[in-house]
């Protein structure tokens, strides 16, 4: 089997592949703006944005592929994509 360049050579699920580092571009939060009205979790393909009592909404970097999605569903408009930094 010949292996391609990006290629997954072991297949798994995205638990065990961290698909994070192919985005060019990543999601932020303003949680003064956060109406926690979770459209950003419902649609998510990736279920990279979590919730917690603690922190609120946030990102999981490792699986987040920079879709822009959660920014573009956010009725509070809290949420905004801003260039990865390599």
Do not use: Q
């Amino acid at each position: 089997m010949k292996l391609r360049i990006g290629a997954i050579a072991d297949p798994g699920t995205s638990i065990v592949n961290r698909t994070g580092g192919w985005r060019s571009e990543k999601p932020l939060i303003d949680h003064s703006l956060c109406i926690r009205c979770f459209n950003c979790i419902l649609y998510c393909p990736d279920s990279a944005v979590k919730y917690s009592e603690k922190e609120g909404i946030y990102f999981d970097y490792d699986f987040c592929k920079g879709c822009g999605i959660c920014a573009n569903e956010c009725s509070g408009r809290a949420i905004y994509m801003v260039m990865e930094e390599k």
